[in-house]
């Protein structure tokens, strides 16, 4: 159960980047297979290489479990832009955001 989910969110993630699971494999230091491997469910990463899979991911563990997400990455880039706001201008932000999900 776990590794299927592990192997769809990894799937679609890498997808997102727009890389072979060959490329991804060979970028974090594995042999060409490796990707392949975990997303048809024959393995799971060790924990180690979890991380590496994360940081060539350009996102965080977190991130990479948090399946509501659809854009882990630019969630991520625009919370560390937001945490640098003022208290002002981050309810003006959230203001703005509110708006825009309530007339979708």
């Known amino acids: 159960m776990y590794s299927e989910e592990?192997?769809?969110r990894l799937t679609k993630l890498r997808n997102q980047k727009g890389?072979?699971?060959r490329d991804m494999s060979l970028s974090i230091g594995q042999n060409p297979g490796y990707i392949?491997?975990?997303e048809m469910g024959k393995s799971l990463p060790s924990m180690a290489?979890?991380?590496f899979i994360c940081?060539?991911?350009e996102i965080s563990p977190k991130q990479f479990f948090d399946t509501d997400t659809c854009q882990p990455k630019e969630i991520f880039e625009l919370?560390?832009?937001l945490?640098?706001?003022s208290p002002e201008l981050l309810q003006n932000i959230s203001a703005i955001v509110l708006?825009?999900?309530n007339n979708k």
């Open 83 to 85: 945490k640098k706001l």
């Open 49 to 51: 290489s979890f991380f």
């Open 99 to 101: 708006n825009l999900v």
């Open 55 to 57: 940081d060539y991911l």
């Open 79 to 81: 919370e560390q832009n």
């Open 19 to 21: 890389v072979s699971a």
């Open 6 to 8: 592990f192997a769809i």
């Open 36 to 38: 392949n491997n975990i």
